[in-house]
């Protein structure tokens, strides 16, 4: 069975970090496109970062390019999100994706098959 799980969140306060994880059991990270995505209540969830399995190309939302870095740890089948200069408009609930039919970045959420369950992201003021 193919399991994400996501571990990390907490409360920060603005200019902080950190970072989040993501496991996978039941397949290998390494194989295909995996992303981060974030939602707030009352929107659309985004994609923030994405990691190509090709080339370790990745792809980051307008908004955290400079200040996220997704990266991964083979030996460990783990997926991180490393989040500096938080600001109060990153507060949301974070999630991990793969794309099992993929292996290039991409923001379409129909794509991605198969989903952590969220981690609380809350940075204050």
């Known amino acids: 069975e193919v399991q994400l799980v996501e571990s990390g969140g907490g409360l920060v306060q603005a200019g902080g970090s950190l970072r989040l994880s993501c496991t996978a059991s039941?397949?290998?990270?390494?194989?295909?496109?995996i992303t981060w995505f974030r939602q707030v209540p009352g929107k659309e969830r985004e994609g923030v970062a994405c990691l190509s399995s090709v080339g370790g190309i990745t792809l980051y939302e307008d908004s955290v390019n400079g200040r996220f870095t997704i990266f991964r740890d083979d030996a460990k089948n783990t997926v991180y999100l490393q989040m500096n200069s938080l600001k109060p408009e990153d507060t949301a609930v974070y999630y991990c994706?793969?794309?099992?039919?993929?292996?290039?970045?991409?923001?379409?959420?129909?794509?991605?098959?198969?989903w952590g369950q969220g981690t609380q992201v809350t940075v204050s003021s």
């Open positions: 994706a793969a794309d099992t039919y993929d292996y290039k970045c991409h923001w379409m959420l129909d794509g991605y098959d198969h």
């Open positions: 039941g397949f290998t990270f390494g194989d295909y496109a």
